[in-house]
């Protein structure tokens, strides 16, 4: 009986033993695989090879060489290719790549009298937009070209649109065409539209398109719902795919990846305009302007900080306000703002939030440890989190959100003498802080928003001078593992503490603002699939656009909240942002 009870005991102690040891290593892996993510979040890319066909000609003095595309296609399509995209440390976003290249496309368009029907046509021409194809051409009468791209797969219906040509005589044709599928063969039909969208002519070639180069998905599985009202025009960027990291993805409506933008690494955060081209960060320590024909005509270096989350234009001043951390600094994240001035290229440190939040950061910021939620980011002060930035012109300003604070925060004078001008967000959170007295009162019964996401600012017809609207991806999700001196006491079943639930929803919430009395309410509400991290809500047209970046799904929804179509998509994790943007006037023209 005796030796019985040992040998009981001795097995469930090796299966206790076991269970722990199974635990270990599945956190192991979990360490690993988060370690991971956030490093291919960052990392740069360093193979640009591209397949090609047969050497058609070498240009010694500008280090460039023109091949053959090896595209099955009716028309003659090139590739045009810097002599050293092999080569380590290359990348194509530098100016004087850019430059080559575009010196290239200019001696070849002299080569010859290109037509409608036999138009010079480079493939991906500045290395940034796998799919996108650059077409030169004259034609006797003058107009716009329109072009239909069809495709046999009966799940992909024919797109149409029509070019916008920054340059043109409206007889010489300059653009890059959007809208081939990858790995199919498109049929496309041009148009030459003449006065009141008259046909003059038109011309049809075939090409059959190389697979995306990210592997990705070209079709999305998309679900209608239950709103009548009509989908807003243009493509969805979906940004930050999780596991597809140096890479943007375009959709249409119909869930039929159109361009897929090729980057250096990390995700475009925000697509920013400014003097007609589109501006986005090209790595997590670079940001571009990028022409409508894909040439990055500029090329920022951020010296000693990476990007992250968001940035935003301060007006027409040309100087972007962007989110970062010091690369320099081992243990702090995500706490400073720089300022990027896009004439002169300098990079300022205008903000460092452990200056502003002195206090707080010194007596209350501690690091994350091994059983925290955000485990593998133990041994770092992730203390605050800024995921939003917002710049107000009129005193200065930024509204930043704090997802570890669950805080929608704004500083004033923020190139003066930068000092917190009010918090918003669960008003016990700050109490018994120096931080108190700038908590905005909330005004109603309702649950004030946790772990938020894009938090948008909006003024109002009707509003008093010291009134405007806070439009945020409300999360609904609670962590905070860098502050051991507080616990919420009662936290409402409304709010998660888990990454991932089937219950749980994540919401839609317009804020009322009120500088004058120091007060925020909730004037609009409405549920969206539950996401604990990452997310966004952004305006399209007279609809929203939202992603659900855990759940793998984004809508366009009504202003009402009303679900017009939903898209799922697969990814590791999670994917950070979907927006969407008619792109006129760069890529297309609505309006004849």
């Given at each position: 009986?005796?030796?019985?009870?040992?040998?009981?005991?001795?097995?469930?102690?090796?299966i206790?033993?076991?269970?722990?040891?199974?635990?270990?290593?599945?956190?192991?892996?979990?360490?690993?695989?988060a370690?991971?993510?956030?490093?291919?979040?960052t990392?740069?890319?360093?193979?640009?090879s591209?397949?090609?066909?047969d050497?058609?000609?070498?240009?010694?003095?500008?280090?460039?060489?023109?091949?053959?595309?090896?595209?099955?296609?009716?028309?003659?399509?090139?590739?045009?290719?810097?002599?050293?995209?092999?080569?380590?440390?290359f990348?194509?976003?530098?100016?004087?790549?850019?430059?080559r290249?575009?010196?290239?496309?200019?001696?070849?368009?002299?080569?010859?009298?290109f037509?409608?029907?036999?138009?010079?046509?480079?493939?991906?021409?500045f290395?940034?937009?796998?799919?996108?194809?650059?077409?030169y051409?004259?034609?006797?009468?003058?107009?716009?070209?329109?072009?239909?791209?069809?495709?046999?797969?009966e799940?992909?219906?024919?797109?149409?649109a029509?070019?916008?040509?920054?340059?043109?005589?409206?007889?010489?044709?300059?653009?890059?065409m959007?809208?081939?599928?990858?790995?199919?063969?498109?049929?496309?039909?041009?148009?030459?539209?003449?006065?009141?969208?008259k046909?003059?002519?038109?011309?049809?070639?075939t090409i059959?398109?190389?697979?995306?180069?990210?592997g990705?998905?070209?079709?999305l599985?998309?679900?209608?719902?239950?709103?009548?009202?009509e989908?807003?025009?243009?493509?969805?960027?979906?940004?930050?795919?999780g596991?597809?990291t140096?890479?943007?993805?375009?959709?249409?409506?119909?869930?039929?990846?159109?361009?897929?933008?090729?980057?250096?690494?990390y995700?475009?955060?925000?697509?920013?305009?400014y003097?007609?081209?589109?501006?986005?960060c090209?790595?997590?320590?670079?940001?571009?302007?990028?022409?409508?024909?894909?040439?990055?005509?500029?090329?920022?270096?951020?010296?000693?900080?990476?990007?992250?989350?968001?940035?935003?234009?301060?007006?027409?001043?040309?100087?972007?306000?962007?989110?970062?951390s010091?690369?320099?600094?081992?243990?702090?994240?995500?706490?400073?703002?720089?300022?990027v001035?896009?004439?002169?290229?300098?990079?300022?440190?205008?903000?460092?939030?452990?200056?502003?939040?002195?206090?707080?950061?010194?007596?209350?910021?501690?690091?994350?440890?091994?059983?925290?939620e955000?485990?593998?980011l133990?041994?770092?002060?992730?203390?605050?989190?800024?995921?939003?930035?917002?710049?107000?012109?009129?005193?200065?300003?930024?509204?930043?959100?704090?997802?570890?604070?669950?805080?929608?925060?704004?500083?004033?004078?923020?190139?003066?003498?930068?000092?917190?001008?009010?918090?918003i967000?669960?008003?016990d959170?700050?109490?018994?802080?120096p931080?108190?007295?700038?908590?905005?009162?909330?005004?109603?019964d309702?649950?004030?928003?946790?772990?938020?996401?894009?938090?948008?600012?909006?003024?109002?017809?009707?509003?008093?001078?010291?009134?405007y609207?806070?439009?945020?991806?409300?999360?609904?999700?609670?962590?905070?593992?860098?502050?051991?001196?507080?616990e919420?006491?009662?936290?409402?079943?409304?709010v998660?503490?888990?990454?991932t639930s089937?219950?749980?929803k994540?919401?839609?919430?317009?804020?009322?603002?009120?500088?004058?009395e120091?007060?925020?309410?909730l004037?609009?509400?409405?549920?969206?699939?539950?996401?604990s991290?990452?997310?966004?809500?952004?305006?399209?047209?007279?609809?929203?656009?939202?992603?659900?970046?855990?759940?793998?799904?984004?809508?366009e929804?009504?202003?009402q909240?009303?679900l017009?179509?939903?898209?799922?998509?697969?990814?590791e994790?999670?994917?950070?942002r979907?927006?969407k943007?008619?792109?006129?006037?760069y890529?297309?023209?609505?309006?004849?």
């Amino acid at each position: 009986m005796g030796e019985n009870r040992i040998m009981k005991k001795k097995k469930r102690w090796i299966i206790g033993l076991s269970i722990l040891a199974v635990l270990a290593a599945v956190i192991a892996g979990v360490f690993l695989y988060a370690r991971s993510f956030l490093s291919a979040e960052t990392a740069i890319r360093e193979d640009w090879s591209i397949d090609t066909g047969d050497l058609l000609a070498s240009d010694e003095a500008l280090n460039v060489s023109v091949f053959d595309a090896d595209v099955p296609s009716s028309i003659s399509i090139s590739r045009v290719l810097p002599a050293e995209n092999e080569e380590e440390g290359f990348t194509y976003y530098d100016e004087n790549v850019q430059k080559r290249l575009a010196a290239a496309i200019v001696k070849l368009a002299g080569t010859g009298e290109f037509s409608m029907e036999q138009p010079l046509a480079v493939l991906n021409p500045f290395g940034t937009g796998s799919n996108g194809l650059y077409l030169y051409f004259n034609t006797k009468r003058a107009g716009n070209i329109r072009y239909t791209i069809h495709v046999e797969n009966e799940a992909v219906p024919d797109y149409t649109a029509t070019a916008y040509e920054r340059v043109s005589t409206r007889t010489r044709h300059e653009f890059q065409m959007i809208g081939l599928v990858p790995g199919e063969e498109n049929t496309v039909t041009m148009e030459l539209l003449g006065k009141k969208g008259k046909v003059l002519s038109t011309s049809s070639f075939t090409i059959t398109m190389p697979e995306a180069m990210s592997g990705y998905s070209t079709l999305l599985d998309s679900e209608d719902g239950e709103s009548t009202a009509e989908l807003s025009d243009g493509l969805y960027a979906m940004i930050r795919v999780g596991g597809h990291t140096g890479y943007a993805f375009f959709y249409d409506n119909s869930g039929v990846m159109r361009y897929e933008m090729v980057l250096e690494g990390y995700g475009l955060d925000r697509i920013l305009w400014y003097q007609g081209n589109m501006t986005v960060c090209a790595s997590a320590y670079k940001i571009a302007q990028i022409n409508p024909l894909g040439q990055a005509v500029a090329v920022y270096d951020t010296e000693g900080f990476e990007l992250h989350h968001d940035m935003v234009l301060q007006g027409d001043e040309g100087k972007i306000i962007a989110l970062a951390s010091d690369t320099s600094d081992e243990l702090n994240l995500e706490d400073l703002a720089i300022e990027v001035n896009l004439e002169t290229g300098e990079v300022t440190q205008i903000l460092d939030f452990k200056n502003i939040f002195s206090d707080y950061y010194e007596n209350d910021a501690s690091e994350l440890t091994a059983t925290d939620e955000f485990f593998w980011l133990a041994g770092q002060k992730d203390w605050i989190h800024l995921n939003t930035v917002q710049y107000l012109p009129k005193d200065d300003s930024v509204i930043v959100s704090s997802r570890e604070t669950s805080t929608i925060i704004k500083i004033k004078d923020i190139h003066s003498n930068p000092a917190i001008d009010y918090l918003i967000g669960d008003e016990d959170y700050w109490k018994g802080t120096p931080y108190e007295k700038y908590a905005y009162v909330q005004e109603g019964d309702f649950v004030p928003q946790y772990g938020q996401h894009t938090v948008e600012y909006y003024e109002g017809e009707g509003l008093e001078e010291d009134q405007y609207y806070l439009m945020m991806y409300n999360n609904n999700y609670w962590v905070n593992g860098t502050r051991d001196d507080y616990e919420i006491e009662e936290l409402p079943d409304s709010v998660g503490t888990v990454l991932t639930s089937d219950s749980l929803k994540s919401q839609v919430y317009v804020y009322l603002v009120d500088e004058g009395e120091h007060t925020f309410r909730l004037v609009h509400s409405f549920d969206v699939p539950y996401s604990s991290i990452v997310s966004n809500v952004t305006p399209s047209g007279e609809n929203l656009v939202i992603n659900s970046g855990t759940a793998n799904v984004f809508g366009e929804y009504d202003i009402q909240g009303g679900l017009i179509r939903q898209f799922s998509y697969e990814c590791e994790l999670q994917t950070y942002r979907v927006m969407k943007d008619d792109f006129d006037s760069y890529w297309f023209v609505y309006a004849q």
